[in-house]
């Protein structure tokens, strides 16, 4: 069975990297760890107490994961990363200690609902910067403000926005600079001050590093940068993080010289071609290989290559299985590169390792 080989010491060493370096800069952030679907083997390998000591939070965009992590550590401090739906507040009031909102409504119910249970719930409202996902409008941010700071069992512990995730809209210096304004206004308007402005991902960890992010921007939500040590603006290493935190290794089942070009009338049915096909290739052969994955599993676009397997070529895939084009499947020195059963490895993007958790016919390695 193909794997998932996870190497846990290295993410939490960037981890622990990460802790260090914000609070060099005196800021908050949470760990997102959306990624791993609220695995409870994951989570207890991983949010040992060395590791979570200097973490204001660690989050998910799923109640299910929230739900993990508490039986997991009934005292880790949880925040739902996304605006809940209105259904499921007792849920969210009972495994989330903090909640990102931008319906008044849903607002209102958590409000309700804490009540129940003897809470207060701390939430984090979002402001739309530009990105068009969650947020409320800025022309209605003032009234928004007005009627929730009225709630007996809701603290708005801060204000927040969301950037890069749907359109790429980038985090600048302008975008946060307005997110940073609204605090003020708040501030001056109401005489309450909310003392989080959680601007920050990933995405927006170069402005901190080069000094250039407004004065006040004190929360980053991390998921990425942690699991990856990667920032998607860069598309590169943030800082010295380990980014071989992943492998994924898939088995070789059949391997073969077979013709180049299929043979027989195409379909429209087909779902599994992904390469293009030239006609006048008909006569040549190559080495193919079969993998035992498929499109169920993983997308061949979200692997990249390995010292091991650079030079292949992804030429189809089905539900359970892709076909690979290994040339003469000569190596430098003419001996042959591969056999069946050997296992070939590849490096997983965050899509990749995320497709790949929730897939139950994908072995995980915890190394």
């Not at 209605?140 to 359109?167: A, Q, W």
């Not at 492998?247 to 293009?276: H, R, W, Y």
Request: with cysteine; hydrophobic share 40%.
């Amino acid at each position: 069975m193909a794997e998932l080989i996870i190497h846990t010491d290295k993410i939490k060493e960037n981890i622990k990297n990460l802790s260090a370096f914000f609070k060099e800069h005196n800021v908050y952030w949470s760990l997102i760890t959306k990624v791993f679907s609220g695995d409870k083997e994951f989570l207890k390998e991983l949010l040992t107490d060395d590791v979570i000591e200097n973490i204001q939070s660690v989050g998910d965009s799923r109640l299910t994961s929230l739900k993990n992590l508490k039986a997991v550590n009934p005292d880790m401090r949880t925040i739902y990363i996304k605006p809940p739906a209105k259904m499921y507040v007792e849920e969210v009031i009972k495994y989330a200690d903090i909640s990102l909102n931008s319906s008044y409504e849903t607002i209102e119910a958590l409000n309700e609902e804490a009540k129940k249970q003897d809470k207060i719930h701390h939430i984090i409202i979002m402001i739309d910067l530009g990105e068009l996902r969650e947020g409320v409008n800025r022309s209605d941010i003032m009234d928004f403000y007005e009627k929730v700071f009225e709630m007996s069992n809701i603290s708005v512990i801060g204000i927040g926005s969301n950037l890069g995730c749907m359109y790429g809209i980038e985090p600048t210096y302008e975008k946060l600079e307005t997110l940073a304004n609204y605090k003020e206004h708040i501030a001056e308007k109401f005489n309450r001050s909310v003392y989080m402005l959680s601007g920050g991902s990933s995405i927006t960890l170069p402005l901190l590093r080069d000094e250039t992010i407004p004065e006040g921007i004190n929360h980053f939500r991390i998921g990425e940068a942690a699991f990856f040590g990667t920032t998607p603006v860069e598309a590169s290493q943030f800082l010295n993080l380990n980014t071989d935190t992943f492998e994924f290794s898939a088995n070789i089942i059949e391997l073969e010289q077979k013709q180049l070009v299929p043979d027989g009338e195409m379909s429209d049915a087909s779902i599994g071609n992904i390469a293009e096909i030239d006609e006048k290739d008909s006569s040549k052969t190559t080495f193919k290989a079969i993998m035992d994955f498929g499109l169920l599993d993983v997308n061949h676009e979200d692997l990249l290559t390995t010292e091991q397997t650079k030079g292949i070529k992804f030429v189809g895939m089905t539900s359970d299985m892709i076909v690979i084009d290994l040339g003469d499947n000569l190596d430098e020195n003419g001996n042959q590169r591969f056999k069946v059963g050997d296992k070939l490895y590849f490096q997983p993007n965050y899509m990749a390792v995320a497709r790949l958790l929730v897939s139950k016919f994908i072995d995980r390695v915890y190394d």
